[in-house]
């Protein structure tokens, strides 16, 4: 008698004997990979990251159907294209990311305090770091040309305008702050006076989307504060707007060149490239590879980006529509989620708010594309989602 087996179980055993079969017949079957494939270590390599991908796809759902869609269009679009360039590294870097975001949602009703402390002191050292940087004029130690606008945390020079602290770069150092601010915010008493560095941080390097994002905090005031709060971040994220030009005329007259400088002319090319193949794009990783470099029609200075600086458009250009659906599948699933836990807990609303500001930062920024913040992006993920299943378990 056979015993019975679930339909899962059976696909499960179906695509362990495809593996098999299909391993030998690995040259003809692929012909996208016959640069790559040389040696059976190399068919090896394929179905590893085909299984895994399809693997941590698999488990992702449970957070969000979102997270599997963006999985599955990154192996889609490199299966089409072969893993040229770095597209592997891409696809590697989506998977260990996916799967820290696994552990820590899983682990966030149990050791909620343990990942908030992580998160404080990580940010406490970025804001020492970034102050020594504002403050200190010099320590001595020689630079090679170019290292100290770059990092000047190596040497510190008198004119370098850039606070980058340990987050490599002014504005990734205020995204860091930023997202991660309702998060301690809510977690401790003393949060609030991280508002303060916060603050100085924008004015001096004048970050327009990063004083905006501070309306996060709205979320989190009391309801005897708020009016005095939205007056406060208004007057606030007004000042830097205008202190840094981006209307053409005062507050008369509006410039989108004025608002986004250089930036409105890499999205432009950025979309006009992408569109020529719009379905699933360049491969993950090609934006890197192409690098587009424009030189300013005024300073004649040419400048090479290396990121399209807007999540939304870099995903467009790497893995096309298919994986920029992944964004409104991922917040209509959210959106619903969050109407089923009303009234929010004060944790999941102080992660919504981190989420917004994570959300709004991607605009203009890519805290997705490097390391600090995208720890930052994953631990405000892991509070939403993690918030939300206690708040399903409590009602539960």
């Not at 590893?48 to 698999?58: Q, R």
């Not at 998977?95 to 552990?103: E, N």
């Not at 008369?252 to 090319?269: H, M, N, Y």
């Amino acid at each position: 008698m056979i015993p019975s087996t679930k339909p899962w179980k059976f696909l499960l055993g179906l695509m362990v004997a495809l593996a098999l079969v299909s391993a030998a017949l690995a040259r003809p079957l692929l012909p996208m990979f016959q640069w790559f494939l040389v040696s059976h270590r190399d068919v090896m390599i394929v179905w590893f990251i085909i299984f895994s991908v399809c693997s941590i796809a698999a488990l992702t759902w449970r957070i969000s159907p979102g997270l599997t869609w963006i999985l599955l269009a990154y192996l889609v679009s490199a299966w089409f294209y072969g893993f040229r360039g770095d597209t592997l590294t891409n696809v590697w870097m989506l998977v260990g990311a996916s799967l820290i975001l696994l552990l820590l949602t899983d682990a966030w009703q149990a050791h909620r305090p343990v990942i908030l402390f992580g998160l404080l002191v990580g940010v406490l050292a970025n804001i020492l770091v970034g102050l020594m940087q504002a403050f200190v004029t010099d320590i001595g130690i020689p630079a090679p040309a170019g290292l100290v606008f770059r990092d000047p945390f190596f040497a510190i020079a008198r004119q370098v305008r850039e606070v980058e602290g340990l987050a490599t770069h002014y504005s990734l150092l205020i995204a860091v702050l930023v997202i991660s601010l309702p998060l301690l915010v809510q977690a401790y008493r003393l949060g609030w006076t991280l508002i303060l560095p916060t603050a100085y941080f924008i004015y001096f390097a004048g970050h327009r989307s990063g004083a905006m994002a501070m309306g996060s905090l709205l979320l989190l005031a009391p309801k005897r504060w708020r009016k005095w709060a939205v007056v406060l971040v208004l007057v606030f994220a007004s000042s830097i707007v205008y202190a840094r030009g981006a209307f053409s005329s005062g507050f008369a007259e509006w410039s989108p060149v004025a608002w986004t400088g250089d930036r409105i002319t890499l999205w432009i090319t950025t979309a006009a490239k992408a569109s020529q193949k719009p379905w699933l794009g360049w491969g993950p990783g090609s934006f890197a590879s192409w690098r587009p470099t424009f030189v300013h029609a005024e300073t004649k200075a040419g400048l090479t980006w290396l990121q399209a600086h807007n999540e939304y458009l870099q995903t467009y250009f790497d893995v096309g529509l298919i994986g920029l659906a992944a964004f409104p599948v991922w917040v209509g699933h959210l959106t619903w989620s969050l109407r089923k836990a009303r009234p929010w807990s004060p944790e999941l609303r102080a992660a919504v708010a981190a989420t917004l500001s994570l959300a709004w930062i991607a605009f203009g920024s890519f805290p997705f594309r490097i390391g600090i913040t995208s720890v930052v992006a994953v631990v405000t993920l892991a509070a939403l989602h993690g918030g939300l299943r206690l708040t399903d378990a409590v009602r539960g």
